[in-house]
């Protein structure tokens, strides 16, 4: 299944993608998209629905984050070997582990803003992993039953605040905007093997980073079972795993966005986000 959350920002309703590309209405069915709706009963009598007997959304309805209420949004850093080389750094003998706070999450076309003072506001498409089933001090072996499904994430940066501005990582990685998620969350029986998906992203139609899942250093099931060791993960809480070569900072000389730029950005078989970015509003902008 495609499972996705549709509707004005704060009020999404949960949904589904027919084999047609049309959203379907899953609201009769459950109240949202969250930790609480992703175990393997739940998604299984989703899974039994007819699409074509649930209602039938406009096409040009908003998309809204493809999960709800996410309690973590943990990122796995210079997990890609390709990226790790084109940034001059060593492969990590551990996972680098950092934060997007869960303020940062937004749809999958939603506006990206460009925080205030910044000048190195970069992208990265990653492929993100949502948890179904909680997961304490689990076996590798058995990580990937605690997978409820995959999507894109965009994990937007700004490299002077990660990287320039003292102390850890997560100051440049959890700005408004910087984490979108979506457009589907694609559940396992969809996606034969996620260590060999294909996954780019452009910036006003120039691709910057093709790459493949084939080379992330640190694979989903270690991942989860990594993680699961310094922390509970629950139901809903989103992985981000890495990104492939080829971002602003690793161009010579780098390249960061401006305001007005577009981004397009996908992995085989999880959809394609869209995103423009824009500048920090006003106050008065705001009101």
Known sequence: MKLLRFGPRGHEKPGLLDADGVIRDLSAHIDDLDGGRLGRHTLSELAGLDPARLPEVAADTRLGPCVGRVGKFICIGL?????????????????????????AICGPNDEVII???SQKTDWEVELGVVIGKQARYVAEADAMEHVAGYCVVNDVSER?????????????????TFGP????????DEIADPH???????????RYQNGNTRTMVYRIP??????????????????????????????????????GQQMRLGIEGLGVQTQ?????PTDSSRA
């Open 79 to 103: 997990n890609y070997s390709d990226h790790a080389a084109e940034t001059g750094a060593e492969v990590p003998p551990e996972p680098v582990v950092f934060n997007k706070w869960t303020s």
């Open 115 to 117: 925080p205030r003072d």
């Open 160 to 176: 002077e605040f990660q990287l320039e501005r003292s102390g850890t990582w997560d100051k440049g990685k959890g700005c408004d």
């Open 181 to 188: 998620l979506g457009p589907w969350l694609v559940t396992p």
């Open 196 to 206: 060999a998906l294909d996954m780019w992203l452009e910036v006003d139609g120039h």
């Open 222 to 259: 270690f991942l989860i079972s990594y993680l699961s060791r310094f922390m509970t993960l629950e139901p809903g809480d989103v992985i981000s795993t890495g990104t492939p070569p080829g971002v602003g900072m690793g161009q010579k000389p780098p390249v960061y966005l401006r305001p």
């Open 276 to 280: 423009r970015v824009i500048a920090e």
